[in-house]
């Protein structure tokens, strides 16, 4: 077997193509999920990899699932993909405290209460790739979204304060931030919207999953053991940053 990997959020869109991605590699994959027990199922069907429920916005469901991934993958996890998020959008001036607190608990606060009761199990074995999916929202703003924006900012701040603190152990600790996917939920979009987006794309395309599904692989493997603290944009050359 392959070194131990899990993915929150590892069932659908991004995540799914993370999970495929990671095991087509020779990772030992488990993926996590938080609602949709039939979409998750016919994931783990399809494919083989082992999924397991819980919510990443809380600590002791985090700690608890971790020790079921690790009983069942028969050691301490390894590579750890921060993928999980969810959005509930809206103007700031109308945006609720609970639209705020959904978001900031499930896209920020997920990436302590995974990484927290992994990290010393790394920091003992001397190797571990930690990887956080952000968003191009996260780097540039969007309107409409402050509260996914900042979480997803957050996250990349989470990146580069990890990554100089275990760069010593042998943990890396890397950051994707992708820009518009061909995911289901960019399919529900609005067609007139949709090609408005693709527009602002220099490729004039959408991403692939399986694409950013392969940078992660890339973070994830020892050809990339001298990157961490890095943001790996994959946007199509919508936003570029200094």
């Not at 809380?58 to 969810?86: K, T």
């Not at 944009?233 to 919508?238: E, K, P, T, W």
């Amino acid at each position: 077997m392959g070194r131990r990997a899990l993915v929150t959020g590892g069932t659908r869109g991004i995540g799914a193509a993370i999970s495929v991605k990671l095991k087509e590699a020779g990772y030992d994959v488990a993926a996590n999920y938080a609602g949709n027990d039939a979409a998750a199922q016919a994931f783990s069907n399809d494919t083989g990899i082992p999924v397991f429920k819980w919510d990443v916005g809380d600590y002791d469901a985090c700690a608890a699932g971790l020790a079921e991934v690790a009983e069942a993958q028969g050691g301490s996890l390894e590579v750890l993909i921060n993928n999980a998020g969810i959005t509930r959008d809206g103007m700031f001036h109308k945006m609720t405290p609970e639209q705020w607190n959904d978001v900031i608990r499930v896209d920020l606060t997920s990436l302590f209460n995974m990484t927290r009761p992994v990290i010393d199990g790394m920091r003992e074995a001397g190797f571990g790739r930690v990887v956080n999916i952000s968003s191009i929202n996260g780097q540039k703003g969007q309107m409409g979204q402050v509260n996914y924006s900042a979480a997803k900012a957050g996250v990349i701040g989470f990146t580069k304060a990890l990554a100089q603190e275990t760069a010593r152990k042998g943990i890396t600790v890397n950051c994707v931030a992708p820009g518009y996917i061909d995911t289901d939920m960019v399919a529900a979009v609005p067609e007139n919207v949709l090609q408005s987006i693709i527009g602002g794309i220099p490729v004039n395309r959408l991403g692939k999953a399986e694409e950013i599904g392969a940078a992660v692989v890339y973070l994830c493997s020892d050809d990339a053991g001298f990157v961490t603290g890095a943001t790996l944009a994959a946007n199509g050359g919508q936003y570029v940053s200094g």
